[in-house]
């Protein structure tokens, strides 16, 4: 909601970003059904194309989430980062030290904070809504 009351314009990489990461999911999640992507009956270039509206409302939002966290002074603590680790490893089965070594490899760290980060924004986007009934 907060999204459709703003209107400014946002980076054409962000949003090619967000475009691509749409199509990726889709292809993954045949991938994971058993279906390999490219014998699927999907033109990938329309469907990329398909997303950029919602693609620009979702670069619009990541853009509008660290502005507010940047202004309300809302920092991941180490102590976070580390507590989503330990929880992703309990769900994968390994230890903390190996997917966070695993992490460190790939760049994810820099993701899991940035997504710790913006959970927190949402929580405190939340505990300061009012509802209006209409």
């Keep these: 909601a907060l999204v459709g009351k703003v209107s400014f314009e946002v980076p054409e990489a962000l949003v090619e970003h967000h475009m691509t990461a749409r199509t990726e999911n889709l292809a993954r999640g045949l991938a994971y059904q058993g279906l390999h992507p490219r ?9 990329r194309e398909s997303q950029r509206e919602n693609s620009v409302k979702a670069a619009r939002a990541d853009l509008l989430l660290d502005e507010i966290a940047t202004r309300e002074g809302i920092t ?10 330990a929880r992703l490893a309990e769900g994968a089965g390994k230890s903390a030290d190996a997917v966070r070594a695993q992490m460190e490899k790939e760049g994810d760290l820099a993701n899991v904070k940035g997504r710790i980060r913006e959970d927190k924004t949402l929580d405190l986007l939340k505990a300061n809504a009012s509802i209006e009934l209409t």
Excluded: F, G, M, Q
């Design 39 to 47: 014998k699927v009956d999907i033109n990938w270039r329309e469907y």
């Design 76 to 85: 991941v603590l180490d102590t976070e980062v580390d507590a989503e680790i």
